[in-house]
């Protein structure tokens, strides 16, 4: 098979490459770190009831998002073009898979992740001030509830992409500070919870039985209904389940592929920075739940009086990180939090503000969405692309809960990410005598254990989160009527 010529010139672009291998590596994990960590293990506590498995939850979350970028390395190295993952896809399976994939971005993975990050930055700036609590109804518009913290979301959002088609230094200033500080709180915290925690003996309470996993269902009070032991299909199940917790907090690392136009020496920088980002998060992720554990019972009860008597399973509104700080702070934590998830959540959706109007640039460019996306502005960036996503994402703002935004984005991103890593197979095959500057660490066994780990994942959310799960596939599945209208015209 006759093979693409040029397949290692950098693409020709009127982008500015200005990002270096440490402006990509802040991308990775500025748009991994969100509000997840911060948020998530109080649900992952309830579905497992064992420290043990919950950090072996996050050690495999880890695994697997680090195994999946070595595998993306091989095909950025390949293909460093504007658009990333977009353009792995169609290379390896066509312009419709192509299309799928960005459309499912554009209506469900991306736009919904930006979504979710801005209704935690609103829930954490809710502490500051209160008329941004959800109940806080400003009007109705039939079933549809507008509250004051929704239009505090889109606010934030429009301020981020105004900032962005402002040039990529601008977005490149605000990541590189939004994302250092962060991981220097996220650092402190680790180092003060973990010392001051080995001294209360509250970690070796936690993991003197580490392995009894049990989930706590509640009823629709918040009180405990039931405690249920777990083993066998029952533990599979809530594993999977709990999973779609971390997977969310360790997703968008795939983020620095869309830029790879923006990116000096895309062939070496891009395959690092994923590497050294997506390790760099893992780390993080798993220490500061070793924190966690090193602070509060894992156990506790709902209306108990105090973060220790609530634990990390009934931690206030879901706030692990706080719950975890006022031990250390006291009172002053849910400030002192508060900034620092607004920190990050701000922080986060710049990355990923950043990052997705550039898929939309590529998809325009082969005239596969709106045709006016593919302009760039007088600042060379993607400019209505980035108010395009704006719009959708805002509209999502006012859709969907945290909870449903959470669901949907990651079940469809693990879907595509098994598809990227299946279409590096397929291009071993199609193209053996591609020039590749970096192939993929461990190939083919690292990302064929990825890829069944994530199927088998999906297969328990379908399982266990059908409603939710089913409508990512079916906005996913309305990208191929699409597909052949739009080709049409």
């Known amino acids: 098979m006759a093979e693409p010529t040029n397949l ?65 390395g091989e095909l950025a190295g390949m293909m460093p073009k504007a658009g990333g993952q977009y353009v792995y896809i169609q290379r390896a399976f066509g312009p419709l898979t192509g299309f799928v994939y960005g459309w499912t971005v554009f209506t469900v993975i991306q736009t919904g992740t930006i979504a979710a990050v801005a209704v935690a930055f609103t829930k954490f700036s809710a502490v500051f001030v209160p008329a941004l609590n959800p109940e806080n109804a400003l009007f109705t518009i039939g079933t549809l509830k507008i509250s004051l913290g929704q239009l505090y979301a889109i606010a934030s959002l429009v301020l981020l992409t105004w900032l962005n088609s402002r040039g990529v230094q601008s977005g490149k200033i605000i990541q590189n500070i939004f994302t250092s500080a962060k991981l220097v709180a996220l650092f402190g915290l680790i180092l003060l919870g973990i010392g001051l925690g080995l001294n ?70 891009i395959p690092l920075a994923l590497f050294f980002g997506t390790l760099l998060v893992t780390v993080i992720y798993t220490l500061a739940n070793v924190a966690y554990l090193a602070l509060l019972p894992l156990q506790g009860t709902p209306n108990a009086a ?13 706030r692990v990180a706080t719950a975890a700080s006022s031990v250390i702070f006291g009172d002053v934590a849910v400030g002192i939090m508060a900034v620092l998830i607004m920190v990050s959540t701000f922080g986060c959706n710049n990355g990923l503000i950043l990052a997705g109007a550039r898929l939309y640039y590529a998809m325009a460019k082969d005239g596969l969405f709106l045709k006016s996306a593919a302009e760039l502005n007088e600042n060379a960036v993607p400019g209505k692309a980035l108010w395009f996503q704006c719009l959708w994402a805002s509209l999502l703002c006012l859709s969907g809960t945290y909870g449903d935004l959470l669901t949907y984005c990651t079940f469809t991103s693990l879907v595509f990410y098994i598809v990227t890593i299946v279409g590096l197979f397929v291009l071993r095959r199609k193209e053996p005598n591609t020039e590749r500057p970096y192939r993929a660490f461990g190939y083919p066994f690292v990302p064929a254990l990825y890829v069944l780990a994530t199927v088998g994942i999906c297969i328990i959310l379908l399982i266990t989160q059908t409603q939710n799960t089913g409508l990512g596939l079916l906005i996913a599945a309305l990208g191929i009527p699409v597909y052949f209208i739009s080709r049409r015209s």
Do not use: C, H
């Not at 209360?200 to 009070?221: E, I, V």
């Open 8 to 72: 290692l010139t950098e693409e020709k672009t009127d982008f500015k490459r200005s990002l270096g291998l440490l402006d990509s590596t802040l991308i990775v994990s500025g748009s991994m770190i969100g509000s997840g960590i911060f948020i998530v293990s109080a649900d992952m506590a309830r579905n497992l009831g064992s420290p043990g498995w919950l950090l072996l939850l996050w050690i495999m979350t880890g695994v697997l998002t680090v195994a999946a970028a070595l595998s993306y």
């Open 200 to 269: 209360s003996g509250t970690l070796a309470a936690n993991f003197a039985d580490a392995w009894s996993p049990a989930q706590t269902l509640l009823d629709a009070q918040g009180s405990v209904q039931s405690v249920l032991p777990l083993a066998g299909v029952g533990l599979l199940l809530a594993f999977g389940t709990a999973m779609v917790g971390s997977l969310f907090s360790a997703d968008a690392w795939n983020n620095v592929t869309f830029i790879a136009g923006e990116i000096k020496d895309p062939r070496r920088n």
């Open 306 to 318: 105090d973060a220790l008597g609530r634990g990390i399973q009934f931690a206030s509104y879901d």
